[in-house]
């Protein structure tokens, strides 16, 4: 089943029970594994199903293949289903179930999922867990819900480091750099050792406070002591120099690197270029990012777009027609958003969402006029490239939740 022989697998099932071997209930939970794991799903839960007929009772690990399987594939709403179902038999779900599916909630889309298995924790005694504990504080901070894992984290009877990064890295997640230099501080108090997740994070932090000097004291404690320092470090690092609008210092980071940099580290130059206006860097990091993703129809679209601003490709306006018709255009243009626990999918180009009131009008007239009015020097690529009867994606998910929800204190949206 590892390498992929689930016929060879069946052969020697059979073969078991044939030669007189009983086929207990590991032997039936590793043919589940192996065929969801080889994409191979009726397989898998006919004999999930078939293990009561013939007398073999599933156990936690049973039900745990089937959910671990479902969520390899990219299946979440299948492993929540069979979660569900093995809530409401006799096995009860336990710390690998847990741990194996809070992953999955880590998305501003599935908000109220994580507090339904933080829920499941409290009734079945699972809570005094750490792991699974550590789990929730980083699932609630990736769903949006900060508050909820603040709370979580202030009320643990003891904390390790993961804890501590965990908490950290969701407070540098939402922005709150203040809160996650309070963190560092209270750490270093409990003398919890310091590790590379700490440091990537607080770079980050000093980033958003453009505390550039406080970031490269932490780039040099982690050189004297040794540290293997990963991509995520370097990506960190560009990120505090872009913020700060110092691009070369970014750029001459990437190019000192003792590293290839990767897909990441790119990126954030790219961000930062188009944070500070620098098209020629901008440019720059967009041949690196295809030459790593050819494919990608982001990026080929990011590519297109600053070839037209550059005047590569003619007039901008030029560029509008072909981009927009392109598969590309609909993919790169479109995001969810949470509404009364359902998710909506809104495309830029996409006019149900306009009919949905008249004040939209007026969201749109005070749009245009913010956009008239902003002499910001950053480089919004899909600024350029935006009709003036047309609203970006996210501006038409924020118009269509305050006309739903006027009183909503929060807005989720996720991008592609």
Partial sequence: ???????????????????????????????????IQNKEEEQAIEHFQKMEVVGIRKNAASWNALISGFLHNGDVNKAFRVFRQ??????????????????????????WKVKEIHAYVLRSGL????????????????????????????ILHSRDYISWNSMIAGCVLHGCSHAAQELLHR???????????????????YGLDELVNDGKELFMNMIDQNFSLGMEFYAAMVELFGRSKRLMEAYNMIKEMPIAPDFTVW?????????????????????????????????????SSLQAICGNSGDVS???????????????????????????????????????????????????????????????????????????????????????????????????
């Fill in 187 to 205: 750490m270093k108090l409990e003398s919890v050792k310091l590790n590379q997740s700490t440091y990537t994070s607080m770079i980050r932090a």
């Fill in 1 to 35: 089943m590892q390498a992929g022989y689930c016929g060879k697998a069946h052969e020697l099932f059979l073969r078991m029970e044939t030669l007189g071997f009983r086929r207990n209930v590991v032997t039936w939970n590793v043919m589940i594994s192996g065929y």
């Fill in 267 to 303: 990126n954030e130059l790219l961000t930062a270029a188009r944070y500070c206006g620098n098209v020629k860097l901008a440019s720059l990091a967009t041949e690196n990012l295809i030459s790593m993703e050819p494919k990608n129809p982001i990026i080929q679209s990011l590519s």
């Fill in 86 to 111: 093995m809530q409401l038999g006799s096995e009860k779900s336990n710390s690998i179930t847990i741990l194996s599916i809070l992953p999955s909630c880590a998305n501003l889309v599935s908000a």
């Fill in 318 to 416: 030029n560029m509008k027609k072909p981009w927009k018709e392109s598969k590309e255009y609909d993919f790169y243009s479109c995001c969810w958003m949470e509404d009364r626990h359902q998710v909506y999918t809104i495309f830029t180009n996409d006019k149900t969402v306009e009919s949905a009131s008249s004040k939209l009008v007026e969201f749109y007239r005070i749009a245009k006029e913010i956009k008239t009015n902003n002499s910001d020097t950053r480089l919004d690529i899909e600024e350029e490239l935006e009709d003036d009867d047309e609203v970006h994606c996210e501006r038409k998910a924020i118009m269509f939740s305050l006309v739903r929800r006027p009183s909503s204190k929060i807005i989720r949206i996720s991008r592609m």
């Fill in 127 to 154: 809570h005094p867990d750490l792991p699974i504990l550590n789990s929730l504080i980083d699932t609630y901070s990736k769903s949006g819900d900060l508050t909820s894992a603040l709370t979580l984290f202030n």
